[in-house]
């Protein structure tokens, strides 16, 4: 190999390690310093994210805990009716802190009087744990409106600041001077986007179980109301 064909290879080689090295620190950008290339817009879409994650959370949980098993209770507090216990059968409901254990409670206390003013209470009870259930929804489905909007004015904003670079250095710009708004609006719009998307995906989720529980709520009602209006076991014989 000539002295000419060495000093070639060197070159090629030492361009090759300088976009290697170029390559790498682009790659070791951490991912907060990315996201504050997106500018201020990413203060609020970074807050939107947080209040989303504690609204999924919070929802999560409430609804976890407001599931028991419908079958197992009813037959309990039939049973401690049956036996003449109505105190028992408030005592029991008030062992559980669930929808439905509020809801027949409320009907339990009323019994003895006619059975439009226990369905009415009851109806009443169902409609303050429907209330409950659905609590904060509306900031989900808010957040998944507002995310990509928010991320969409990144956009607009991000190509206004390039746009004004090229104004102010009259048309003699380098991709490098364009890079910061460029980096402004991709990023805000895909940071919107991303929180929005979860935001949706979550809701719809939550909203689908609210309204199982809601409908799970209103039959076991039903069912109450049903175990109340049977006739009792003397009057069948008597019969």
Same mark, same amino acid.
């Given at each position: 190999?000539?002295?000419?064909?060495?000093l070639m290879?060197?070159?090629?080689? $030492?361009?090759? %390690?300088?976009?290697?090295?170029?390559?790498? %620190? +682009? *790659?070791?950008?951490?991912?907060? +310093?990315?996201?504050?290339?997106? =500018?201020?817009?990413?203060?609020?879409?970074?807050?939107?994210?947080?209040?989303?994650?504690?609204?999924?959370?919070?929802?999560?949980?409430?609804?976890?805990?407001?599931?028991? %098993?419908? &079958?197992?209770?009813?037959?309990?507090?039939?049973?401690?009716? !049956?036996?003449?216990?109505?105190?028992?059968?408030?005592?029991?409901?008030?062992?559980?802190?669930?929808?439905?254990?509020?809801?027949l409670k409320?009907?339990?206390?009323?019994?003895?009087?006619?059975?439009?003013?226990?369905?009415? *209470?009851?109806?009443?009870?169902?409609?303050?744990? #429907?209330?409950?259930?659905?609590?904060?929804?509306?900031?989900?489905?808010? #957040?998944?409106?507002? /995310?990509?909007?928010?991320?969409? $004015?990144?956009?607009? $904003?991000?190509?206004?600041? *390039?746009?004004?670079?090229?104004?102010?250095?009259?048309? &003699?710009?380098?991709?490098?001077?364009?890079?910061?708004?460029?980096? +402004?609006?991709?990023? $805000?719009?895909?940071?919107?986007?991303?929180?929005?998307?979860?935001?949706?995906?979550?809701?719809?989720?939550?909203? =689908?179980?609210?309204?199982?529980?809601?409908?799970?709520?209103?039959?076991?009602? /039903?069912d109450f109301?049903?175990?109340?209006?049977?006739?009792?076991?003397? !009057?069948?014989?008597?019969?």
């Amino acid at each position: 190999m000539n002295i000419i064909s060495f000093l070639m290879l060197q070159a090629d080689t $030492t361009e090759a %390690d300088s976009l290697a090295q170029m390559l790498q %620190d +682009e *790659a070791s950008m951490s991912f907060f +310093e990315i996201l504050s290339q997106g =500018g201020i817009l990413m203060i609020p879409l970074f807050i939107l994210s947080v209040l989303a994650i504690y609204v999924i959370a919070e929802r999560w949980r409430t609804l976890e805990n407001s599931q028991m %098993d419908v &079958n197992s209770m009813l037959n309990n507090i039939e049973s401690l009716l !049956k036996s003449g216990s109505q105190q028992r059968a408030i005592q029991y409901c008030e062992e559980f802190d669930k929808p439905l254990a509020r809801i027949l409670k409320s009907g339990i206390r009323r019994l003895g009087r006619p059975i439009r003013d226990i369905e009415q *209470a009851i109806h009443n009870a169902g409609k303050k744990e #429907i209330y409950q259930l659905e609590k904060r929804m509306n900031w989900l489905a808010t #957040i998944a409106s507002v /995310a990509p909007l928010i991320g969409f $004015t990144g956009t607009v $904003t991000g190509m206004i600041r *390039a746009f004004m670079d090229i104004q102010s250095l009259q048309g &003699n710009v380098n991709p490098s001077v364009l890079a910061g708004g460029i980096w +402004e609006a991709l990023i $805000t719009t895909a940071a919107g986007l991303i929180v929005g998307i979860i935001a949706l995906g979550f809701y719809n989720y939550l909203v =689908g179980k609210v309204d199982r529980m809601v409908f799970e709520l209103e039959n076991a009602s /039903a069912d109450f109301v049903d175990l109340l209006q049977a006739p009792s076991p003397k !009057k069948r014989q008597e019969g």
